[in-house]
């Protein structure tokens, strides 16, 4: 059966108290109000990969607060439903949040608005897929059915999500139902690496990721690309979005988003950024980006609020 992680106790126990956006008096002209927005900010990131992502959401944070010229705490969340709640009720100011995040975070909060899109080995999408370990007997989608797999998160784009939805496009599972309906016993491993892992390590047939996972677990198994094989990949997806809660005014969005790219873009920065987080560059974001996101999930006949709930 598809066990799955109790999120209500995980966002419980993760949601911390961070640093709130400072505000304005009542009497600020609304561009007086703007500059107090951006007196202090807090930068959330996503666990997609195991390990010490502070050593590497520190220099994008410290970044940000120089071309602002406010400090900027970063802080790392350990659940993809935590960030979106931290900046739903105003405890996380931006956040780096994968594409399902940034979909869920704009349905429970609509005023969430996606500033840029990140840009990673020279695209502004990546792809999801299914790998086996080489010289598994498992060689196509349909040899899936009644084995053990390894997913990221219910609220993951690549390891979860789309997954799911290429089953559905191809007829292997029916819309709306469990997946558990087709599996034998299907896991979530919490991160990318975690699920490639748990692979590699053979206590599970098949993992879903996305199409450089691999590069995340090289250190420890060198031979890692030697080692797997992939089913097939899914549509492109859009690349995770940097965003801002609800409550930041237009001007002050306008402000950490020109900051952001510039950062991002600027020569003392792109080397560490690409070395750490793989981040290349941004490019500006709209909504209506993430609608493939909304298709996928409407693919699989559950709710984006519901499907992370249960």
Same mark, same amino acid.
């Given at each position: ?5 109790? #999120? ?9 108290? !961070? ?18 927005? !951006? ?33 900027? /705490? ?89 997954? #799911? @939805? ?32 748990? #692979? #590699? ?16 677990? =090289? ?21 995770? @979005? ?15 988003? /020109? ?20 981040? =290349? ?16 999930? @409407? @693919? ?11």
């Amino acid at each position: 059966m598809l066990r799955k992680f109790e #999120l209500s106790l995980l966002v419980a126990g993760l949601l911390v108290v !961070l640093i709130a956006c400072g505000q304005g008096d009542a009497g600020d002209s609304e561009e007086g109000a703007a500059g107090e927005e !951006l007196d202090e900010l807090t930068f959330g990131f996503i666990p997609w990969q195991e390990g010490a992502l502070e050593e590497r959401a520190d220099p994008l944070a410290d970044a940000l607060s120089e071309e602002l010229g406010v400090p900027v /705490e970063a802080d790392v969340l350990t659940n993809y439903i935590g960030l979106v709640e931290a900046m739903g009720n105003e405890q996380v100011d931006v956040g780096a949040l994968t594409p399902f995040a940034y979909v869920l975070a704009k349905d429970r909060y609509p005023e969430t608005q996606a500033l840029l899109t990140e840009v990673h080995d020279g695209s502004p999408f990546y792809r999801s897929e299914f790998v086996v370990r080489s010289g598994s007997d498992i060689e196509s989608l349909e040899d899936l059915e009644g084995r053990d797999v390894a997913f990221v998160d219910p609220a993951s784009t690549s390891g979860y999500l789309f997954p #799911l @939805a290429q089953l559905v496009e191809e007829g292997l599972i029916e819309e709306g139902a469990e997946p558990d309906e087709f599996f034998g016993n299907a896991i979530f491993a919490g991160s990318h690496d975690n699920a490639l892992t748990a #692979l #590699l390590n053979e206590e599970v047939e098949a993992a879903a990721i996305f199409d450089d996972a691999p590069e995340l677990i =090289e250190d420890e198994f060198p031979d890692v690309e030697d080692r797997i094989e992939t089913l097939g990949e899914t549509e492109e997806i859009p690349q995770s @979005a940097f965003s801002v809660r609800p409550g930041i005014s237009e001007e002050a969005a306008e402000e950490i988003q /020109e900051a952001y790219a510039a950062a991002v873009r600027s020569e003392e920065n792109q080397e560490v950024f690409e070395e750490i987080y793989g981040l =290349e560059d941004v490019v500006e974001a709209d909504d209506a980006d993430y609608d493939v996101i909304r298709e996928a999930a @409407a @693919a699989t006949g559950q709710d984006i609020v519901e499907l992370v709930e249960e």
